[in-house]
């Protein structure tokens, strides 16, 4: 008896059962083309009410404690077109959460979406894990962006004396590095990193972004230095020379304000504000590396309205162009390949 056809029904049904489910599994898949003129629509009614629109490149949020209808009307009243809002894993909650995708679907105007946050608890409890179901989601989902991954973040101001779940220390040149470098290198999709400004951890990053020249990589608060004494090499002259070393390097604009003080070093948060004529004009001269990101959270929903304000200051101290291209324009072009007039 001749068995071939049962083997190739048997390999056909296995197909469609496969087809099914990955069907089944990608639930939800943004698709640029039918989003972008949502986006664009919105970015040009902001633009008419003669303000400037922000693509926030760089917030999360808790979806336990979070209203979205108050948040875009608070998006529409400061102007922000477009947010890319990473969802903070919940504590005990699954590795992965979908939550992200419900904002997209209700408000498809307002939000890119962006994978989940890689910080406490699921990705430092089981980083791994974290990892391999992000990128399986990301893929499936056709998601163009990563949210941040924390590899090296002292605790956070709300956490001295308290807890020390933020204080993260996990190697950029160690597997889970070279896992998220290289699946960026290879999809093109661009992630974010929170990687505190050290000189022992540049040498890394430049290992990395040498060995992975077409990942994309979103080095999160360009000036934000919390122990001068352990950074002597950062600097706009350094920051320039190395986004023209590396084409791959982009970074974003949070990060504390003039006043704002790191308690556990008692030095300012930014270094930004002491020397601001220097940093202008290296965003002057490469403004499409420069991403506006306003970081907000969970815990700091409330600091919407300020840090939008603080961001606008940064943008209103530099020509017309420049802040076009530092609110949304360079955004645009890492997420979506293209340029926006
Ligand atoms: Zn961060």
């Known amino acids: 008896m001749d068995r071939r056809p049962f083997i190739k029904l048997g390999i056909f049904g296995l197909l469609a059962i496969k087809a099914k ?23 040009q009614t902001i633009k008419k009410s003669g303000i400037l629109p922000i693509i926030d490149v760089e917030s999360s949020y808790n979806p336990t404690h979070f209203d979205p209808e108050d948040f875009v ?46 910080i406490y608890p699921a990705w430092t409890s089981s980083p791994q894990k974290f990892l391999d179901e992000n990128i399986r989601n990301i893929v499936q989902q056709k998601i163009p962006l990563m949210g941040e991954f924390e590899f090296r973040h002292y605790p956070s101001p709300r956490q001295v004396g308290g807890n020390t779940n933020r204080d993260v220390d996990i190697p950029l040149d160690g597997p889970l590095g070279h896992g998220l470098f290289a699946f960026s290198e290879k999809t093109g999709i661009p992630f974010q990193i929170h990687y505190e400004i050290e000189d022992g951890l540049l040498g890394p990053l430049e290992k990395m972004l040498s060995q992975y020249p077409n990942a994309k990589v979103i ?9 001068s004494s352990r950074s002597s090499i950062y600097s706009p002259e350094y920051l320039g020379d190395l986004l023209d070393r590396h ?13 704002s003080i790191y308690p556990l070093s008692g030095e300012p948060h930014a270094r930004y504000w002491a020397n601001q004529n ?16 306003l970081d907000l959270a969970g815990d700091r929903m409330g600091m919407f309205e300020g840090w939008t304000q603080r961001l606008r200051e940064i943008l209103n101290g530099l020509p017309e162009k420049t802040a076009e291209i530092v609110a949304y324009k360079a955004a645009w072009k890492i997420l979506f390949n293209e340029d926006i007039a």
Do not use: E
């Open 21 to 43: 489910l990955s069907l089944a599994d990608a639930w939800y898949q943004f698709n640029f083309s039918q989003s972008k003129q949502g986006y664009l629509n919105r970015i």
């Open 73 to 118: 009307r608070t998006m529409d009243r400061l102007g922000i077109a477009q947010s890319c809002l990473s969802l903070d894993s919940p504590r005990g909650g699954p590795t992965w959460s979908d939550a992200g995708n419900q904002l997209a679907i209700q408000f498809p105007a307002y939000f890119i979406p962006t994978g989940n946050g890689g």
């Open 219 to 227: 080095w999160c608060h360009f000036a934000q230095i919390r122990y």
């Open 247 to 259: 084409k791959n390097l982009y970074v974003d604009t949070a990060f504390g304000g003039p006043k």
């Open 278 to 293: 220097a940093w202008n004009k290296l965003i002057i001269s490469r403004p499409y590396r420069f991403l506006a990101a």
